[in-house]
């Protein structure tokens, strides 16, 4: 079972953030969920944040035990680009590129094994032994 968070339209640069999510991939999310509260890096406290939300998905959506669950890939996209210009020398304008990113983060987990249901006339009657083969020789 696959279990998908996504948080759009953060304001942090994709090649800041993609550095961070590289480290967690694979990983059980225990552990990653130390790494991420140990890295001085706003994008640590951005992807934290939404692992926090797919772990919670997976036991409340999906009755997912979240000591199971394995962070299969996290993946850091560009969104749209914020166009701002600052002056510069002589009258010009030099653009500025304030970038925006979607973290998306997919964890896998084993679901609850069921139990089988057994039908009652199977499981009461005994199983009978088939009668031996008769061979007559003439």
């Known amino acids: 079972m696959e279990v998908k968070s996504i948080t759009k339209y953060v304001r942090l640069s994709p090649k800041k953030a993609r550095d961070v999510a590289r480290e967690i991939q694979g990983l059980p999310v225990s552990s990653a969920l130390d790494i991420l509260t140990f890295t001085p890096k706003k994008a640590a406290q951005l992807i934290g944040k939404t692992l926090k939300t797919a772990i919670a998905d997976a036991e409340n959506n999906f009755s997912l035990d ?13 969104g749209p680009t914020l166009r701002r210009f600052k002056p510069r020398a002589k009258g010009s304008a030099g653009p500025i590129l304030k970038r925006t990113s979607h973290i998306s983060i997919t964890l896998v987990g ?24 008769v061979v007559e020789t003439a």
Request: hydrophobic share 45%; charged share 30%.
């Open 110 to 133: 084993s679901a609850p094994e069921k139990k089988k249901k057994v039908a009652r006339k199977a499981a009461a009657k005994p199983l009978e032994e088939a009668p031996a083969a």
């Open 66 to 78: 979240a000591s199971t669950l394995v962070i299969k890939e996290a993946v850091i996209g560009g």
